[in-house]
Each structure stands twice: as C-alpha cells, then as structure tokens.
C-alpha cells in the first residue's frame, strides 16, 4: 500500500482484512443494546380485506411499548412509498401507481403485507404479545400469475387499477419490424417463462435508530444501496419531515444486488415511530420474513421471434411480453422489465428492426424491482435462445451464424433499433478470443468421451451486454489533511471493493500512498449527495468524479504551495506528491503543505453514466440422461470492460456475476401456489442457491475498448455475466440434448425437467 499506485494494477482488497478479522460495522451488530425491539406483524394472506384489529391484549402484555396500525399512519399523515422511474402507454400515460403505504388501510395485498409494528422491551415480548393480536382478515381471492391477472373478470389488486394493468408499454418501430418479417426467408419462433428469483444475501436487511432530543433529531442505521434517496423520499414524499431532521446512515453491507436499493416499508416505519416513541428502536430481518418483503425479479413470460434473410441475415426481433409486477409499484421497477429487455435485446448483432411489446400487471405476489442484471438475464436467455433455434433451423452451426451477424468494430458507436447507442465494442475480436480460450476446436473429442461414459455433452454460446444505468447526483468532496486524504462519495459498497478501487484512482491521481487515503460513504449528514449504488456503474460515477476532484486538489494546491515557496502558480508543478518549483530543488509535499491550513478539492459527476460493457461465454455441460443431472464442466467469460482499475476485483465480480447466473439458470425459482397466493419456496429447505459443488473452475479473460461516454474510458462490469450466464448455460444443456429431440427447457433447468423432456413426458 505504501508502493506507487497506477491504474490496472490487480491490488488486494485492503477491506478485506478488517472483514474478515470481525471488524466489520453491519447494521444488526452495531445496534445499542437499549433500543426496543420491532417486529413486523405480516399478513398470512395473499389477498384480504381487514375487518379489524383488536390491540387490547396485546397491548397489555408485558414489555409492551407501543403497537401501530395503518390507522395511525394515516392519521399521521403519513404518504406513499414512491417509484422513481416511470414507464408510459401509447397515449402517453404514466404508469398506474396506486397508493403503497408502509402498512396498508383497509386491504393487504401479498402474504408478508405489514398489519402491524409492535415496539418491545425484547423481541419474545413481541413475539408475545403478536399472539395476542386479533385481526379479523376477509379473504379474498388472488391472482399470482400475469395470465390470471389479465383474465377477463379476474379478482382486482387495487380496486382503482381496472384489470390489473400497470401499463400497456411499447417500444420500437412497429411497421419497419412488421415489413421486416414479411419479407423473411425464415422465422424462429420461442416462448419462456423466466422464473420469479430471490435474493438470498448473506446479511439480511436490519435497521437501528436513535432519538436526539435536543435537535429533535431521529438517525436510523440500516443495510441499504445508498443513503440519499431513501432519505430524500422519506422525508420529502412519505413521512414530511425537514432533513436536518432525519439522519440515514450506512456502513458496512452484506451484499446488496439490487433489493437493498429500494424504499421500504420497515425503515421507513423505524424512522417514524422512533420520532413518535423517542426511543431507539431496532429490527433484523429472519431469513424467512426476507423472502416475503425484500423484492423479487425476473417474473417474465415472453414470446419471441427472430427473422432472418435467405443468407441468415438477421432482419428483425419482435417480442411480446408479460410482466409480473407483483402488488405494487416498487422504487425502480417500471423500467426493470422493460426498458431493461429493450437496452439489450439487439445482442452483439446488427438488427435493423425491432419491435416490443409488454403488458405490465398487478399480482398477489411480492413487489418485484431490479436483481442483479435487472431485466437484462431473462432478455438475452430469449435472444440467444432464439439464435440457437434459428441457426440449426436453417443449417447453420451456432457459431457461424453468430459470426455472420456479429457487430463490427467500425460500426461503432451502434445506434440499435431498440432505441439505445452502444458505446465501443469490438464483438468479432471478442467472440474469437472467447472461442479460443475455451478450446472450442477440441470440443469434438470431449464430447465422444462424455459419450463413450454414457453421458451428453453440449456447448453453448452467449454473446451479451449490459447498459449500466443508476443515479449520478455525485459531489465528491476529498479533504486533505496533514496525514491523510479522506475521500466522500454518493456511491455505496456493499461488497465491490469500493474502499480499494476509489482509493487505487486516487492514489494514481496524487501520487500518495493508499494507506494514507480513506473512503467514506452513508451518511446524509456529511454527504447529502448520491444516488447510491446500481446498475454497475459505481466506478463510472464516484471513479470518474474522484479523478476530477483530485485535479481539483491539484489546482488548489498549486495556489496554495505558490505562497509557501514564494513564487507564481504557473511555475508550480505537482509530481509524485509534491509541488515543486520547475527548474529547481525547492518543493513541498501534499501533507507538509496541509500541515499549515488543510484545503479540499470536490467536483460534481460531469460525464454519462450509460456504458455498454460487452462479453462472450462459452460453456460445457455433461447431462446425465438416466437422472437428468447437469454437470457444469467448463465455463470461460470474455468481457470488454473498457478500462480495467483493478484486474482481481474485476475477475472477483466476473466470478459473481457468472455464478449468480448459473442459480438463474439451474436451481432458482420462487413458487406460489397459484390458487392461494402462498409462497412455497419460502426457506432455503425449499428455495436452492448454487454451491462450491455447483461451479467448476471460471476462466475469465478481458479485451478492452474503452468507453466514450466518459474520460476515463470506464464500462461497468458487475451485471455483464449474470446477463450471459443464464443462456450460455441453457444453449449448452440443449446442445447435449439437441440429439434426443428436445427443442426448449425453461429456467430453472432441474434434473427433473431434464429427466422428463428426455423421456418426453
């Protein structure tokens, strides 16, 4: 940490070692040991109008503080968990966005809807006195599924949302693709399901809170993606508060994927009754009660269909989609499905027309926002897919019809029909490297050994993309003091390794030392501007930012050691941590020079946040055809990410990322009972996640073109193999089973879905 830093160097996390040495600050084992204890008392229906609720008993068992209802929300005034993103129809409506209190009056909507939040001494005497809680609850029936959602006379959501339709959205150009398909030597057609997926963190969600009352000031601590936008919708839009009177913090996260970037209902129900009670109060999620409230994703039906010319030119795409949005409307969840699909739906290829279509509905099922990838696994599991289809449809290899419509370097900046630009890629040198990383010529061999072993073997192929996205309200603010420079950013780490990239880009930029730098983070009392962290594009963001701040300390300094050496500024010239007077000896150091009157250096995120970070993988199954196994044997990943900090962080998120995927493809599905709305993969006894055993060794190779869209020539690259993954993995299984006359299998691809396609049953 002491040597000189640059770009690219593949430094270890130096975060690591307070982690792993049980110095980690996570939000349940920081919390005071005095605060009262919440538990969330949920609704045990999918769909129910509440009758009543009697707290009398409960309220006088032993230990009880005080027990709330969505009654006293209301009279408190207290408003509508919001989106922030939004989708519109045709005509150009806005998305339906019917009202989502913390806990709702009147009607719960999902097993798991908060009915009441009972404040205790301990968490038995909540336990208790839950009990006791009589609600009267009229069951009504539900709808779990989009198919039954847009039923004619199917059971409403939201009374106000006729037939339970959010938004009817589209995008594309309808005639071109439509003319397009017209004129089509060929058309290969596909429907999935992409299976509803859960994100299983090792920390769950927990929040903490105290009570200043000399400032009337409520802090809550909790697990979140980024501080500042709960914090601005909580005070702004749900509870009507000033800022100065609500502090939010977050330090150290357990993993966050997407779900622990939302509003929820549990902190902002902390932050409320902590001001009401004037006690701290403190909640962890069970793992069980996680997979009811956190946010769900990917819950697709889709139909695709790809047209190609007499020479296997692809002419256009056209999709028609359906979209489970769960029963309400979650922080960015318009856009997750669908402009999700749209950014990536035209691959690697060149794809002249492209048409989508979606019907976005109300269920009786957990609200449904961005997981790792955010619309993006299930998109190109169908493209790819159909890519497959088409090429032995029409005599190609999957390979050779890849290379005839592969994107060239030259074509870019690419304008997609879909309506996105992709920024830089070289996709012919990125398909040929994954190729040969993979010893795709060889395959021939292993293939006949699997089979002389009575085993199936399949390769596939994934030519995938990401479109980073996020929210760039971005102030860095890097103070420099006599020993150290302490970096504020709007970004937030929830396992990346943002303390050692952002510091590695400052320490490049100064030329000081690592140790001598510290990244701060959460806290919207000394960093009221972020957007927090999503979309893969944290480095995009506060990296770019930092680099422009530390010029910024540069320019200051220079001023400032023109004064101490008594010459002009123009003469000054900053190298290896130092100011020095050109053509001379005489020079002061960074911290020497903040010694006498520390300054800053800050700048706002003056670039754009979108990047196409691009990547070929290649995998090889074995399937067992006796038990409907699938063996995961090699898997190799390609990725361009424009300009590589930190290569080991880099392949440290490629591993992620592609295991992430392998759960999507193989294991993962969250299961209601579609008559009774029940979630029956509730516990990790029922809900799998991939194991050691699960994933072979990863190859992982990088090639980099660097990005436009920003002057570090940065791409994002946390969600690029989760969006390949799933269709590598699929287009490898149905390569081994290509022979046996199976055409498709959805996600998750079990042994048992394996075993009956095989046996046609």
Same mark, same amino acid.
């Given at each position: 940490?002491?040597?000189?830093?640059?770009?690219?160097?593949?430094?270890?996390?130096?975060?690591?070692?307070?982690?792993?040495?049980?110095?980690?600050?996570?939000?349940?084992?920081?919390?005071?040991?005095?605060?009262?204890?919440?538990?969330?008392?949920?609704?045990?229906?999918?769909?129910?109008?509440?009758?009543?609720?009697?707290?009398?008993?409960?309220?006088?068992?032993?230990?009880?503080?005080?027990?709330?209802?969505?009654?006293?929300?209301?009279?408190?005034?207290?408003?509508?968990?919001?989106?922030?993103?939004?989708?519109?129809?045709?005509?150009?409506?806005?998305?339906?966005?019917?009202?989502?209190?913390?806990?709702?009056?009147?009607?719960?909507?999902?097993?798991?809807?908060?009915?009441?939040?009972?404040?205790?001494?301990?968490?038995?005497?909540?336990?208790?006195?839950?009990?006791?809680?009589?609600?009267?609850?009229?069951?009504?029936?539900?709808?779990?599924?989009?198919?039954?959602?847009?039923?004619?006379?199917?059971?409403?959501?939201?009374?106000?949302?006729?037939?339970?339709?959010?938004?009817?959205?589209?995008?594309?150009?309808?005639?071109?693709?439509?003319?397009?398909?017209?004129?089509?030597?060929?058309?290969?057609?596909?429907?999935?399901?992409?299976?509803?997926?859960?994100?299983?963190?090792?920390?769950?969600?927990?929040?903490?809170?105290?009570?200043?009352?000399?400032?009337?000031?409520?802090?809550?601590?909790?697990?979140?993606?980024?501080?500042?936008?709960?914090?601005?919708?909580?005070?702004?839009?749900?509870?009507?508060?000033?800022?100065?009177?609500?502090?939010?913090?977050?330090?150290?996260?357990?993993?966050?994927?997407?779900?622990?970037?939302?509003?929820?209902?549990?902190?902002?129900?902390?932050?409320?009754?902590?001001?009401?009670?004037?006690?701290?109060?403190?909640?962890?999620?069970?793992? *069980?009660?996680?997979?009811?409230?956190?946010?769900? #994703?990917? /819950?697709? @039906?889709?139909?695709? &269909?790809? +047209? !190609?010319? %007499?020479?296997?030119?692809?002419?256009?795409?056209?999709?028609?989609?359906?979209?489970?949005?769960?029963?309400?409307?979650?922080?960015?969840?318009?856009?997750?499905?669908?402009?999700?699909?749209?950014?990536?739906?035209?691959?690697?290829?060149?794809?002249?027309?492209?048409?989508?279509?979606?019907?976005?509905?109300?269920?009786?099922?957990?609200?449904?926002?961005?997981?790792?990838?955010?619309?993006?696994?299930?998109?190109?599991?169908?493209?790819?897919?159909?890519?497959?289809?088409?090429?032995?449809?029409?005599?190609?290899?999957?390979?050779?019809?890849?290379?005839?419509?592969?994107?060239?370097?030259?074509?870019?900046?690419? *304008?997609?029909?879909?309506?996105?630009?992709?920024? #830089?890629? /070289?996709? @012919?040198?990125?398909? &040929?490297? +994954? !190729?040969? %990383?993979?010893?795709?010529?060889?395959?021939?061999?292993?293939?006949?050994?699997?089979?002389?072993?009575?085993?199936?073997?399949?390769?596939?192929?994934?030519?995938?993309?990401?479109?980073?996205?996020?929210?760039?309200?971005?102030?860095?603010?890097?103070?420099?003091?006599?020993?150290?420079?302490?970096?504020?950013?709007?970004?937030?780490?929830?396992?990346?390794?943002?303390?050692?990239?952002?510091?590695?880009?400052?320490?490049?930029?100064?030329?000081?030392?690592?140790?001598?730098?510290?990244?701060?983070?959460?806290?919207?009392?000394?960093?009221?501007?972020?957007?927090?962290?999503?979309?893969?594009?944290?480095?995009?963001?506060?990296?770019?930012?930092?680099?422009?701040?530390?010029?910024?300390?540069?320019?200051?300094?220079?001023?400032? +050691?023109?004064?101490?050496?008594?010459?002009?500024?123009?003469?000054?010239?900053?190298?290896?941590?130092?100011?020095?007077?050109?053509?001379?000896?005489?020079?002061?150091?960074?911290?020497?020079?903040?010694?006498?009157?520390?300054?800053?250096?800050?700048?706002?995120?003056?670039?754009?946040?979108?990047?196409?970070?691009?990547?070929?993988?290649?995998?090889?199954?074995?399937?067992?055809?006796?038990?409907?196994?699938?063996?995961?044997?090699?898997?190799?990943?390609?990725?361009?990410?424009?300009?590589?900090?930190?290569?080991?962080?880099?392949?440290?998120?490629?591993?992620?990322?592609?295991?992430?995927?392998?759960?999507?493809?193989?294991?993962?599905?969250?299961?209601?009972?579609?008559?009774?709305?029940?979630?029956?993969?509730?516990?990790?006894?029922?809900? +799998?996640?991939?194991?050691?055993?699960?994933?072979?060794?990863?190859?992982?190779?990088?090639?980099?073109?660097?990005?436009?869209?920003?002057?570090?020539?940065?791409?994002?690259?946390?969600?690029?193999?989760?969006?390949?993954?799933?269709?590598?993995?699929?287009?490898?299984?149905?390569?081994?089973?290509?022979?046996?006359?199976?055409?498709?299998?959805?996600?998750?691809?079990?042994?048992?879905?394996?075993?009956?396609?095989?046996?046609?049953?």
């Amino acid at each position: 940490m002491n040597a000189p830093v640059a770009l690219g160097q593949p430094l270890m996390r130096r975060e690591d070692r307070r982690l792993l040495t049980g110095r980690g600050r996570y939000a349940d084992n920081t919390a005071p040991a005095g605060a009262l204890a919440v538990l969330f008392v949920r609704s045990p229906h999918a769909h129910a109008r509440l009758a009543g609720i009697d707290k009398a008993s409960a309220l006088a068992s032993p230990g009880i503080a005080a027990i709330y209802t969505a009654d006293d929300l209301v009279a408190d005034k207290v408003g509508h968990l919001p989106a922030i993103s939004e989708i519109k129809d045709a005509a150009g409506n806005r998305h339906r966005e019917p009202e989502h209190l913390p806990m709702p009056p009147g009607k719960v909507r999902h097993v798991g809807d908060i009915v009441a939040m009972i404040t205790a001494e301990t968490l038995d005497q909540a336990r208790d006195a839950a009990e006791l809680l009589e609600i009267d609850y009229e069951t009504l029936p539900a709808v779990v599924t989009a198919a039954q959602a847009l039923a004619p006379d199917a059971p409403l959501v939201h009374d106000d949302v006729a037939g339970n339709l959010m938004c009817r959205w589209g995008k594309g150009d309808a005639a071109a693709t439509d003319a397009a398909f017209a004129r089509a030597a060929h058309v290969s057609t596909l429907s999935i399901r992409s299976p509803r997926q859960i994100v299983h963190y090792m920390e769950t969600r927990a929040a903490w809170s105290a009570y200043d009352d000399a400032d009337d000031l409520v802090t809550v601590t909790f697990s979140s993606q980024g501080v500042q936008i709960p914090h601005r919708l909580m005070c702004e839009r749900v509870l009507n508060v000033p800022k100065d009177k609500l502090r939010l913090v977050t330090e150290d996260v357990g993993g966050g994927f997407g779900p622990k970037y939302p509003i929820y209902a549990e902190s902002t129900l902390i932050a409320w009754a902590t001001r009401k009670l004037k006690r701290g109060l403190r909640w962890t999620c069970e793992r *069980a009660e996680l997979t009811q409230s956190d946010s769900h #994703a990917r /819950d697709l @039906v889709a139909s695709g &269909e790809l +047209a !190609l010319d %007499a020479q296997g030119k692809f002419l256009a795409v056209r999709v028609k989609a359906e979209a489970n949005y769960g029963a309400y409307v979650s922080m960015f969840a318009p856009t997750i499905p669908t402009t999700g699909l749209a950014k990536v739906i035209s691959g690697l290829y060149r794809i002249p027309a492209i048409r989508i279509d979606f019907d976005c509905v109300f269920t009786n099922t957990v609200p449904v926002d961005a997981i790792r990838g955010a619309g993006k696994p299930e998109a190109l599991f169908l493209l790819e897919r159909l890519v497959d289809l088409a090429a032995h449809e029409t005599g190609h290899t999957p390979a050779e019809l890849r290379r005839l419509n592969l994107l060239k370097a030259d074509e870019m900046p690419y *304008a997609a029909a879909s309506g996105y630009t992709y920024d #830089a890629a /070289d996709c @012919v040198q990125l398909f &040929e490297t +994954a !190729l040969k %990383a993979a010893d795709e010529p060889r395959f021939t061999a292993r293939r006949a050994a699997s089979e002389a072993a009575g085993k199936r073997r399949g390769l596939g192929l994934a030519c995938h993309l990401h479109g980073t996205g996020g929210i760039a309200d971005e102030h860095v603010v890097v103070q420099v003091g006599p020993d150290r420079l302490v970096a504020s950013v709007g970004t937030q780490s929830q396992g990346q390794g943002h303390e050692t990239v952002f510091a590695q880009i400052l320490a490049a930029s100064l030329g000081v030392p690592m140790d001598r730098i510290e990244v701060r983070q959460g806290d919207t009392r000394s960093i009221p501007h972020g957007g927090g962290t999503g979309g893969s594009s944290s480095t995009i963001i506060s990296g770019t930012t930092l680099k422009r701040a530390a010029d910024v300390v540069i320019q200051r300094g220079r001023d400032l +050691a023109a004064e101490r050496l008594e010459t002009a500024p123009a003469d000054i010239a900053y190298r290896d941590g130092s100011f020095e007077v050109v053509g001379t000896d005489r020079r002061i150091g960074l911290f020497e020079l903040a010694a006498a009157k520390p300054f800053t250096g800050d700048a706002l995120f003056g670039d754009k946040i979108e990047s196409f970070p691009t990547g070929v993988m290649v995998c090889e199954v074995e399937v067992d055809p006796e038990t409907g196994v699938v063996r995961v044997d090699r898997l190799t990943e390609v990725a361009d990410c424009g300009t590589v900090v930190n290569p080991r962080l880099l392949v440290g998120q490629v591993h992620g990322g592609i295991v992430h995927g392998l759960g999507n493809a193989l294991l993962e599905e969250a299961v209601y009972d579609e008559e009774s709305g029940q979630l029956l993969s509730g516990t990790l006894m029922d809900y +799998a996640l991939p194991r050691a055993d699960d994933t072979p060794s990863l190859q992982v190779e990088t090639i980099a073109t660097a990005s436009s869209n920003n002057f570090m020539g940065l791409k994002g690259v946390g969600e690029l193999p989760t969006n390949g993954a799933p269709a590598a993995i699929a287009n490898a299984v149905l390569d081994a089973l290509r022979a046996l006359g199976v055409r498709h299998i959805d996600m998750p691809i079990t042994a048992h879905k394996v075993w009956r396609a095989i046996n046609g049953r």
